[in-house]
């Protein structure tokens, strides 16, 4: 079946504008994860999602940041007030339960101006 | 912060060569899982390994954990150049098993 599917792939917005990044899980996947990679380092945690809920969000780097996921599937992460520093590759994952394989999607490439 | 700490940093080798990388971590994990992104992007999975594993193989990939020592190795035999990518090892931690990175071993494998 098909993997992990995030859009749009590239996002380009002025500072100050609110963004929306969807992600697709692999379909069945209960559990869902976001993390953010800056140029040169690995990625880093945001939120997790298992089912409809966000279990635990404590990667969010302020309250401009909120993500959710309506019906337990697709997910979208919401960012209000965009600032330069907020510039990064969003990755979405997802995997059948939490203990399994996470499975990345392609990210969404964010720059903001 | 980040939790595993890849070494080295960058390794350049002849394709046919084997590739060594070693990841180090911190804190009691419940597994370890190795990455390969080409680009910036696009982030695969190689493979997992339990906490209560200690070598796992895949094709021309082997995967060594040492949980004493809090490090892993991975392995990749006969390099190709295609082999080319940054490799990150992550490791789930606690009950929502979110992963943790580190930041990555640029591998180069000149043809």
């Known amino acids: 079946g098909a993997g992990v599917s995030q859009t749009p792939s590239n996002k380009v917005t002025e500072k100050g504008k609110y963004v929306e990044l969807r992600c697709d899980p692999i379909?069945?996947?209960?559990?869902l994860y976001w993390y953010r990679q800056s140029l040169g380092q690995g990625p880093e945690f945001l939120i997790y999602?298992?089912?409809?809920?966000?279990?635990?969000d404590s990667g969010l780097p302020n309250d401009r940041f909120f993500a959710v996921r309506p019906e337990g599937s697709v997910s979208t992460l919401k960012i209000q007030r965009t600032e330069r520093g907020d510039s990064a590759v969003y990755l979405c994952?997802?995997?059948?339960?939490?203990?399994?394989?996470?499975?990345f999607g392609p990210g969404t490439r964010l720059t903001v101006l | 912060s980040q939790q595993g700490e890849e070494d080295p940093q960058a390794l350049s080798i002849q394709e046919g060569e084997n590739a060594t990388m070693n990841c180090s971590y911190k804190?009691?994990?419940?597994?370890l899982q190795w990455y390969r992104q080409n680009s910036g992007r696009g982030l695969v999975h190689l493979i997992l390994?339990?906490?209560?594993?200690r070598e796992k193989h895949s094709g021309r990939l082997r995967v060594t954990l040492d949980t004493s020592k809090k490090s892993s190795s991975l392995l990749i035999t006969a390099s190709r150049a295609a082999d080319t990518a940054s490799y990150f090892c992550?490791?789930?931690?606690?009950?929502?098993?979110?992963?943790?990175f580190g930041k990555g071993t640029l591998l180069t494998v000149n043809p």
């Open positions: 994952a997802s995997s059948f339960q939490p203990a399994d394989t996470q499975y």
């Open positions: 379909s069945g996947h209960t559990a």
């Open positions: 999602f298992q089912g409809t809920g966000a279990a635990d």
């Open positions: 804190t009691s994990i419940n597994n």
């Open positions: 390994i339990r906490s209560n594993e």
């Open positions: 992550a490791t789930a931690l606690g009950s929502n098993y979110k992963l943790t």
